[in-house]
C-alpha cells in the first residue's frame, strides 16, 4: 500500500498535519513553550493582579482574627464633631486631649492629625506633647516636589517638632485595584530616612523591624513593604470618641498603658480607604489602616511575598508536570491530571498562605494549565482527525471501497465510521492473509521486527511442535533446528547454505523483509523448505555425472590407445569409425558434464579482463589452429574490458566460440575476435565478437543452436553441447549470447555486464 498524503499545504496543511513521531515532539515542545511564555509573562509582570488579589483578598477574610485590645484608637468621628464644631479645631483641643493621656497613663501615641501650618495656640500643643513625652506626630512625602524638586515634605510646625517624641510618614500605597494591602515601613530619599509613625508603638511592644538598606539616588523611595493583615470589617478595633475622652467620661482604665492612634474616621474628613477585608466596597478609616499595620508588626509581620525567580519557579511546576503527562497519559487522564493540578495549586497557594504566612501568586500557573490542555487536546483531536482522514483517502486510492459507512454525525463521527469500516476490512485482509499462509506447502512464520513469531501455518505447526508457543521467537526456532547463527538466514542477498537437523533432514531456511505502507522493515517471514528428496536427486545427479566423466570415459579411452597401439591391425577404414565413434562418445560425456555443473553448481567470482580471457583461449587452441593452418586474430588494443565472473567458465566460454569457429571454418582461413565497449539498457557492457569464414549456418540450424545437442551444421561435429553450455554460463554471469549471420562464415556476439574502474 502506498504511504497516505498528508493534508494539502498552507496554514490549513500545518493545523491538520499528523502529530506523530518527530511531529509529535515538536509540537508538544511548541505547546509547552507557548503555556510557559503565558506563565512567565503572568508571575512576571501584573498581567495577573486582578484575579491574584481577588484570591488574596478572601484568604485574608479568612485569615482575619480577633482585633488586639491594647490598641485603642481614638476617633475624630462625627459625634465629636457635632459636640467640638467644625473641623479643623484649635489646636488647645489637641493639647487638652494629649493632657488626659498623660493623665490616664496611657502609652506610646501615634498622633495622625497634621499640624503643618504654625498656629498662635501651638505654644500650648507643644507644651502638652512635651508633658507626655510620648506622642509621636506625622509627615506626608509628596514625589514630585514643587520647582522640579524630587518630593516636598509636610512636616508639623518647627515648634510642635521638637516637642513631640518623634516624626513618622504617614504615607499609604494603593494597588491599581484601589486597594491598600501593603505599607512602606521607611520612605528614603538620599540620605534621609523616614520611619512610619507607628514603628515606634511596635517597638514598645518589642517589634523592631530591621531597617532598610541605604538607598542611592534622590528620589524618593518606598522600602521595606509589609502586608497588612486585616482584623474584620472597620470598627474592629477598640474605638473611643474624642469627645469622650476629652470630656473625662472616658475610665481612665481604657488607657492605661494602652497604644493610642489618633485620627479621622468622619467620612467628611476624607481619610478613608478600600481594604481587602472590607465587604460590599464600604472604605476603611486611614487610622484603621494604621492600627491593621501595628497589630501586624506585633505579631510577627504579614504574609511574605516570594521573589519573582521564585513566583516564577514554583508557576511553572504544574505546568511541567502537565505536559510531561501529555507524553505517557491517555486523553482522559490528562484531563483529571489537569484538574487535579489547578485544584492542588489553588490548595497549596492557601495552605502557605494560611498556615505559612507566605503568599504564593497562583493566578499564572493556573492560566497556564487552562491554556496547555485545551491546546493539546485540539492538536491531538487535529491530528487524529487528520489522521483518520488521510487513512481513507489510502484505502480509496488503492481502491478499496469502504462499506457500512455511516452518513450523519459530525465530521470527526463520520471519519471514525469510515475507519471503523476500513479496520474491517483490514482484518479481513488479515483472515485472507492467514489462510493463504496456512496454505502455503512449506513450514512458514511471520515474525515481527524483534523476531517475536507472530503468525505460523499448520506446517511450521508439525515441524516445531510445542516450541510455537505464545513466546517463541526465531532464535529459538532455529536451535531447535541445530542451527544457532539464525541472523545469518535473514539475509536476503546471501546464501546461509542447508540446515541438518538432527533427525537428519534437510531444510533450506530463506526469509523474506516485510514492510510498511511507508516502506519502513515490519518483520520477516521465513520459510522452511524440507530439500531433503531433492538433495537425494543431486547426489543421484552427482553420481550419474560421475558416471559420464570417468566410469564411461575410461573404456573409450582405452579403445583409442589400443586402436593406437601395436596390436594386430584391423581394417583402416573400421578403425577409424572405432576411433569416431570413441571421440564422440568422450565429447558428448564432456559436454554433458560441462553443461551440468554450469547449470547446477555455485559459481567463483573475481574481477576479470575480458580480453586477457580471450587471448588465453586462443593460446589454448593455438596448436589445432597451426595444425589446420587457420590464424586466430585477437584484440591488441591496451583497454581493460573489466568483468565479474567465474575465470574457469569464461575460459571455457570462449574456448567453445573459438573451438566452433575453428571446427566449422575452412583450412588456411582466419578467426577474428574483436571487443569493444558498449551500453544497453542503461548499463556498460562488453562486446566479444568471434567471427568465422565458414559456410554459415542454415535458418533451421540457426533456431536450434544453442539448445542442448543442437548442431551448427550438417555434418554434426561435435556433441551438440558446447554453444549450449556458453548460453548457460553467459545468463548466469547476467550476459547473453547470440548469433549474427555473415557472408560467408558466423559470428557470435556475447555480451557480459562491465565493470568501471572505480567500482
Not at 462625627?78 to 490616664?104: C, F, M, V
Not at 508633658?131 to 509627615?139: S, T
Not at 504617614?170 to 491599581?176: E, P, Q, S, W
Not at 536451535?479 to 546471501?494: I, K, M, N, Q
Request: charged letters at 20%; one cysteine or more.
Amino acid at each position: 500500500m502506498p504511504a497516505p498524503s498528508g493534508p494539502k499545504g498552507g496554514w490549513r496543511g500545518w493545523l491538520g498535519a499528523r502529530l506523530t513521531g518527530r511531529r509529535a515532539l515538536v509540537e508538544w515542545g511548541l505547546v509547552a513553550t507557548l503555556s510557559a511564555l503565558l506563565v512567565g509573562w503572568m508571575a512576571l509582570t501584573p498581567a495577573a493582579d486582578g484575579a491574584d488579589h481577588l484570591i488574596y483578598d478572601a484568604l485574608m477574610r479568612a485569615e482575619a482574627g480577633p482585633a488586639d485590645e491594647d490598641i485603642v484608637i481614638i476617633a475624630i468621628d462625627d459625634r465629636s464633631l457635632e459636640a467640638l464644631g467644625q473641623w479643623p479645631w484649635p489646636r488647645d483641643l489637641h493639647a487638652r486631649l494629649i493632657d488626659r493621656l498623660t493623665q490616664a497613663g496611657a502609652g506610646p501615641v501615634a498622633y495622625d492629625v497634621l499640624f503643618t501650618e504654625a498656629s498662635q495656640q501651638d505654644d500650648a500643643l507643644a507644651a502638652a506633647l512635651a508633658r507626655n513625652g510620648q506622642v509621636r506626630l506625622p509627615v506626608v512625602l509628596d514625589a514630585p516636589g514643587l520647582n522640579g524638586a524630587a518630593y516636598r515634605e509636610d512636616a508639623p510646625a518647627p515648634g510642635l517638632t521638637e516637642a513631640a517624641a518623634g516624626l513618622g510618614h504617614v504615607n499609604l500605597t494603593v494597588d491599581d485595584d484601589g486597594a491598600v494591602r501593603r505599607l512602606p515601613l521607611y520612605l528614603q530619599a538620599g540620605e534621609r530616612t523616614w520611619p512610619h509613625l507607628i514603628l515606634p508603638l511596635a517597638a514598645a511592644k518589642g517589634a523592631v523591624p530591621a531597617p532598610p538598606a541605604p538607598h542611592e539616588g534622590g528620589d524618593l523611595f518606598a522600602a521595606s513593604p509589609e502586608a497588612l493583615i486585616y482584623r474584620g470589617p472597620p470598627g474592629a478595633f477598640r474605638t473611643l470618641s474624642f469627645a469622650d475622652v476629652l470630656s473625662g467620661e472616658t475610665p481612665a482604665a481604657f488607657l492605661k498603658d494602652r497604644l493610642v492612634l489618633v485620627g479621622a474616621t468622619a467620612p467628611g474628613l476624607g481619610d478613608r480607604y478600600a481594604t481587602p477585608a472590607t465587604p460590599h466596597g464600604e472604605l476603611r478609616p486611614g487610622v484603621e489602616v494604621q492600627a491593621a499595620l501595628l497589630q501586624t508588626l506585633i505579631e510577627g509581620g504579614g504574609p511574605r511575598s516570594l521573589s519573582p525567580a521564585w513566583v516564577l519557579i514554583l508557576s511553572l511546576l504544574p505546568l511541567g508536570l502537565l505536559v510531561a503527562g501529555f507524553l505517557v497519559l491517555r486523553p482522559a487522564a490528562n484531563m483529571a491530571l489537569g484538574a487535579g493540578l489547578i485544584v492542588v495549586t489553588l490548595i497549596a497557594a492557601a495552605t502557605a498562605f494560611l498556615a505559612g504566612g507566605l503568599w504564593l501568586p497562583p493566578s499564572a500557573a493556573v492560566a497556564g494549565l487552562a491554556l496547555a490542555y485545551p491546546l493539546w487536546s485540539w492538536r491531538r483531536l487535529a491530528a487524529a482527525s487528520a489522521y483518520m482522514q488521510s487513512e481513507v483517502e489510502a484505502f480509496e486510492r488503492d481502491g478499496v471501497r469502504l462499506t457500512g459507512r455511516a452518513q450523519g454525525g459530525d465530521v470527526v463521527a463520520r471519519q471514525v465510521d469510515a475507519l471503523r469500516a476500513a479496520v474491517r476490512q483490514v482484518r479481513d485482509l488479515e483472515r485472507f492473509i492467514s489462510d493463504a499462509l496456512r496454505s502455503l506447502p512449506d513450514a512458514t512464520v511471520v515474525a515481527d521486527p524483534h523476531a517475536r513469531i507472530i503468525l505460523s501455518n499448520d506446517r511450521a505447526e508439525a515441524l516445531f511442535g510445542d516450541r510455537l508457543r505464545d513466546d517463541a521467537d526465531l532464535p529459538l526456532l532455529f536451535r531447535s533446528l541445530g542451527e544457532p547463527a539464525w541472523r545469518r538466514f535473514l539475509d536476503p542477498e546471501g546464501d546461509p547454505g542447508d540446515i541438518t537437523t538432527p533427525d537428519g533432514r534437510i531444510l533450506k531456511a530463506a526469509a523474506a523483509l516485510l514492510t510498511d505502507a511507508e516502506g519502513q522493515p515490519v518483520g520477516h517471514i521465513v520459510r522452511f523448505a524440507d530439500m531433503t528428496r531433492f538433495r537425494a536427486a543431486e547426489r543421484q545427479r552427482a553420481e550419474a555425472l560421475q558416471l559420464l566423466s570417468h566410469d564411461m570415459r575410461a573404456p573409450q579411452v582405452s579403445i583409442l590407445t589400443l586402436l593406437d597401439g601395436p596390436a594386430p591391425r584391423l581394417d583402416p577404414m573400421v578403425e577409424r569409425r572405432i576411433a569416431d565413434y570413441a571421440r564422440q562418445t568422450l565429447d558428448l560425456a564432456e559436454g554433458y558434464v560441462q553443461l551440468a555443473r554450469a547449470e547446477s553448481q555455485p559459481y567463483r567470482s573475481e574481477l576479470l579482463d575480458l580480453g586477457q580471457i580471450a587471448m588465453d583461449a586462443a593460446d589454448i587452441l593455438w596448436p589445432q589452429a597451426s595444425k589446420k593452418g587457420v590464424r586466430i586474430l585477437t584484440p591488441d588494443g591496451e583497454e581493460e574490458f573489466l568483468v565479474q565472473g567465474d575465470p574457469a567458465l569464461l575460459r571455457r566460454l570462449t574456448t567453445n566460440l573459438l573451438d566452433n569457429a575453428l571446427k566449422y571454418g575452412p583450412a588456411g582461413g582466419a578467426i577474428q575476435v574483436s571487443l569493444t565497449g558498449a551500453e544497453e539498457d542503461g548499463r556498460p557492457v562488453c562486446v566479444l565478437g568471434v567471427s568465422d569464414q565458414g559456410p554459415g549456418l542454415s535458418e533451421e540450424a540457426a533456431r536450434r543452436l544453442f539448445q542442448p545437442f543442437g548442431h551448427g551444421g550438417a555434418d554434426h561435429r561435435g556433441a551438440g553441447l558446447g554453444l549450449a553450455f556458453v548460453r548457460t554460463v553467459a545468463e548466469r554471469h547476467g550476459g547473453t549470447i547470440r548469433h549474427q549471420p555473415g557472408s560467408p562464415g558466423a559470428t557470435f556476439i556475447l555480451t557480459l555486464p562491465r565493470i568501471a574502474e572505480e567500482e
